[in-house]
């Protein structure tokens, strides 16, 4: 796997989504802390690059692959806003700003080629997970094929 790979999407994110106070490759920091809050900014983004599927393009020796590239972001927010319908207009104006940054790094991401690609990012989910820490967190995974 390549470096570039986390670089180039470090470099996207940072660039087109400026409301992301935090990018970082993960590295357990939502899981992993013993103070009242993770070491991150809010709302952060955090990467996992893994290659899940090869296929050599030869059957001699040291050939090329491609690759299946996954990039799972695992973005978090701990604004603590509700969506209920109870909740005052202003609350749930906040927590909707959620949906905004979720759909922003989704439109720059899809469809983004790179050098050494096949295929572009396609994103393949966009899941919520079950917290009891206050946080809300998403897992947004995206797939493209390259050649190595």
Known sequence: MKKEYLINLFELLETEVPEL???????GQLDYYTD???PVAWP????????????????MGTVPQRCTLRAVLTIAFNDCASLNTHTPESVRET??????????IKQSIHGQWFDHFQQP???????????EDGMKVYEMVFEAAVIE
């Open 121 to 131: 990012y396609m994103r393949r989910s966009c899941v919520p997970q079950k917290r």
């Open 21 to 27: 106070r935090w990018i970082d490759a993960d590295e």
């Open 95 to 104: 927590a909707l700003k959620r949906f905004d940054l979720l759909e922003k």
């Open 36 to 38: 009242e809050r993770p």
């Open 44 to 59: 952060c983004c955090l990467v996992d690059l893994s290659i899940p599927d090869t296929r050599d393009l030869s059957s």
